[in-house]
């Protein structure tokens, strides 16, 4: 808002490279990038955006604000069904969106978490560290590792993993919101840090 669009990108950046899911960075970065003139990686980001969170009120705003309607893809209905408690439907929808394109890391996380939803560990751990093997600062996916790790009685190593996640978000608010989604689960988060 103040003009800085070099900063707001690189903030943008930072954001996205803890929380793929970030629904706010991504507005950002569409709208960078339309106003750079790339409508069609702004189209791309608001439908990430979309359906990650479909009611977010940013979205509304993008979508009426933006030029053309948005197509909803296998991707798009997959991340959806995950936002909605639906991790069996997910998981169909996420897999056919990488059959398409493997490089979509975001997909890839959310495939990772409708396994991990479901419990099915063994399926998720390779899907996590893929993700973390190229984006290591990616905060979903370490704290479904760290999970994953402890259930399976690697408590120390998932510990670690846990206080890396600790890094990039001190209160954990996300490992709170995305461990209640787990279908069992002995992790128990620290304190948040008093300001």
Not at 90 to 108: H, K, P
Not at 141 to 149: D, P, S
Request: aromatic share 4%.
């Amino acid at each position: 808002e103040l003009g800085d669009e070099d900063g707001a990108a690189a903030d943008a950046a930072t954001v996205l490279s803890a929380d793929l899911l970030n629904v706010d960075a991504l507005l950002i970065s569409a709208r960078l990038a339309e106003a750079q003139g790339d409508l069609h990686q702004g189209h791309a980001l608001i439908g990430r955006a979309a359906s990650i969170e479909p009611g977010h009120a940013g979205v509304r705003k993008a979508f009426a604000d933006s030029v053309t309607v948005l197509p909803r893809d296998s991707a798009a209905l997959g991340l959806s069904y995950l936002a909605h408690g639906w991790p069996d439907l997910a998981e169909r929808e996420l897999r056919a969106a990488l059959a398409r394109d493997s490089s979509r890391v975001d997909v890839r996380v959310g495939l990772a978490e409708a396994l991990w939803q479901q419990g099915r560990y063994e399926e998720a751990r390779p899907e996590c560290r893929t993700v973390l093997d190229h984006n290591p600062r990616c905060l979903r996916a370490t704290l479904m590792m760290a999970h994953i790790l402890a259930e399976q009685g690697r408590t120390a190593h998932g510990v670690e993993m846990l206080e890396q996640a600790g890094e990039l978000d001190p209160e954990f608010t996300i490992a709170a919101e995305l461990y209640a989604k787990a279908t069992l689960s002995r992790m128990s988060l620290p304190p948040a840090p008093s300001v």
